[in-house]
Nanobody, 122 residues
Framework: QVQLVESGGGLVQAGGSLRLSCAAS????????MVWFLQPPGKEREFVAV????????DYADSVKGRFAISRDNAKNTVYLQMNSLKPEDTAVYYC???????????????WGQGTQVTVSS
């Protein structure tokens, strides 16, 4: 059974930084596409960033390119999301997801973490 546990959320001022972590168990994260999604209050879940399989290719939503960076520590089976230059509109619950196939559609993922709240004050 794949389990994902996020951590690292919190309250930060605009322009600040946070690093989210997603610890995976029951799978080898390097064999999966590991994806971050966000869900603002009252809105749908949206793709943020992905790191794919063994090669580690990454991709980002246009809204976070140049500000966020996804990375993976295979020894720790953990994926990170470094978030810099945060904006109030980044405020959301951030979720980690995993699947053998990559997709920006959250409906295709079977494995999810519980989410971590990120709040950016202006």
């Amino acid at each position: 059974q794949v389990q994902l546990v996020e951590s690292g959320g919190g309250l930060v001022q605009a322009g600040g930084s946070l690093r989210l972590s997603c610890a995976a168990s029951g799978c080898t994260s390097s064999s999966y596409a590991m994806v971050w999604f966000l869900q603002p209050p009252g809105k749908e879940r949206e793709f943020v960033a992905v790191i794919k399989w063994r090669g580690g290719t990454t991709d980002y939503a246009d809204s976070v390119k140049g500000r966020f960076a996804i990375s993976r520590d295979n020894a720790k089976n953990t994926v990170y999301l470094q978030m810099n230059s945060l904006k109030p509109e980044d405020t959301a619950v951030y979720y980690c997801a995993a699947d053998l196939s990559w997709s920006a559609d959250p409906g295709t993922y079977d494995y999810w973490g519980q989410g971590t709240q990120v709040t950016v004050s202006s």
